[in-house]
């Protein structure tokens, strides 16, 4: 049947002109490499081993399932953990035992134990600069009287700043508006709101709100601080579990630190791998920095690390597993139901189109009333009876992604049933459908083309959106939605 397709002059004139278009020849073959490649995938992905040596004998758990009571003689009929067995010393100690896994050992559905990462944990020492916050005295003439930790906005010590002036802050060349006038009010003794001045980018000032006493205060107390869009990123620095250095290049603050100091923080950092370590302060440079050691245990979800090319989701299982099985379920998924989609569009379009009168007029509206079902909810209501499944997705999708394309179907048949050759087939006693399928059908395919990339990009968006709104596959399927949820 598909052979006279082929050899039709239009199907073959239809791919000549669909190879010369080289990226979507392209396209098309890296697709389909793809996915052919993810109908292998449990050869790439899995946590069973391809073939193994055991006593003598070979097996294949990949193909075939063998309880642990085979390989340990335990009396365990369930499924055996192979890379436990992998590790276990009466396994091991046999030279002529051996595991042969796939490149990824892991399955999309089985979680990791913690345990098994440990090495992937990290120490590292957390520097969180310290925002320099400072208060001075100062008297109508705004000269300081009294300075507290005020030194570092001056370039000198407290005991410096006495009997300077304010606006000798190299920082402050000339009094912000609106802060004579702040202070002034606080020596009239007058209410005032607390007020914040920028003089500039390193430097802020305040004043806290003024409530009127008995008598005019002889000193106003200003508030200087860097300012909140100084630099206040902590800085990482992470250490092997030999602790060596991990984190390249050097930070800077690490780097103007002293010899000795440096000792003591990788000294913290050892211990930290086995106790609580308290926050501290530390002066780098005439900056203040809390240095925070900690260890950074493994949690899910994980970053990439050795053997987990794409990290692990929160539930603890392999991301580049989930997702290449996840590929293979939305492609299989949007073939099936492009195909499902595309033989009852075509066989109801045809026959609306062919036969015309009443036959049209009567499809057509019942197709009216079908389309006005809400899926959504019918997909739930099934869902809830017969439980979430990849069939039942399939069914409730196809029995509704039809309809579109039967439209374009029944127009063409429309368009064509009239030609002078079907005419002549007529007169020569060629049954309905063969005229349908053999003189009809291929001149009418061109929405099929033009439509199939469509319907497949869009039957795969719609199992993912589902999937995201979780209404889609049931939990652990692999399935893309289900990550883009988690992200």
């Known amino acids: 049947m598909i052979s ?63 309880p642990e009571d085979t390989f340990l003689h335990n009396g365990q009929q369930t499924r055996p953990d192979y890379r436990a067995l992998n590790a276990n010393p009466a396994f091991r100690n046999d030279p002529n035992n051996f595991m042969l896994f796939p490149p990824v050992p892991f399955s999309p559905l089985a979680s990791l134990d913690p345990a098994s990462l440990q090495s992937a944990a990290t120490l590292a020492a957390t520097f969180t600069p310290m925002p320099h916050v400072g208060n001075v005295n100062v008297d109508t003439n705004l000269t300081v ?14 005991n410096a700043v006495i009997g ?11 009094i912000p508006p609106g802060l004579q006038t702040a202070l002034t009010l606080r020596f009239n003794n007058q209410p005032a709101p607390a007020a914040a001045f920028t003089p500039n980018l390193a430097t802020e000032l305040s004043l806290p709100a003024y409530i009127p006493r008995a008598a005019p205060p002889d000193t106003v107390r200003l508030t200087f601080r860097d300012p909140s869009s100084a630099a206040t990123t902590p800085v990482i620095v992470q250490f092997e579990p030999d602790l060596r250095i991990a984190t390249r290049p050097l930070p800077s603050v690490w780097e103007h630190l002293p010899e000795s100091t440096r000792a003591d923080i990788t000294n913290l950092v050892a211990r930290a791998a086995r106790e609580y370590i308290p926050s501290t302060m530390l002066n780098v440079n005439g900056n203040a920095f809390r240095l925070d050691v900690r260890k950074q245990d493994i949690t899910w979800p994980h ?12 539930a603890g299982r392999d991301v580049f597993a989930r997702i290449l099985y996840g590929f293979r379920i939305s492609m299989s998924f949007g073939f099936l139901l492009v195909a499902v989609t595309m033989v009852l569009g075509v066989l109801i379009g045809a026959v609306q189109g062919f036969f015309g009168g009443r036959t049209d007029m009567f499809t057509q509206r019942a197709i009216e009333i079908w389309s006005a079902l809400p899926f959504l909810y019918v997909m739930i209501l099934l869902g809830s009876v017969f439980g979430r499944s990849f069939g039942l997705l399939l069914f409730c999708y196809g029995i509704f992604n039809w309809i579109g394309i039967s439209y374009y179907i029944r127009a063409e048949f429309l368009r064509l049933r009239r030609q002078s050759y079907i005419e002549a087939a007529r007169c020569l006693g060629i049954p309905s459908w063969r005229i349908m399928l053999e003189h009809i059908l291929p001149n009418a395919i061109t929405p099929l083309i033009t439509f199939f990339p469509f319907s497949l990009v869009g039957a795969i968006a719609a199992l993912y959106g589902l999937d995201y709104l979780g209404f889609g596959l049931p939990p652990p399927t692999p399935s893309w939605g289900e990550l883009l949820f988690q992200a």
């Open 145 to 158: 009287i009294q300075a507290q930790a005020a030194g570092h906005f001056f370039a000198t010590n407290d």
């Open 164 to 174: 300077q002036s304010i606006t000798s802050i190299p920082s402050i060349q000339s």
């Open 4 to 66: 006279p397709w082929i050899k039709n002059p239009l199907t073959r004139k239809r791919l000549r002109r669909f190879r010369a278009h080289k990226r979507a020849w392209w396209s098309f073959w890296i697709l389909a490499t793809a996915y052919l490649v993810s109908l292998g995938a449990e050869l790439i992905c899995n946590d069973r081993p391809l073939a193994m040596r055991s006593e003598g004998r070979w097996y294949f758990p990949i193909v075939r399932y063998h």
């Open 303 to 314: 970053k990439p690390v050795r053997g987990h090319w794409m990290g692990i989701d929160s």
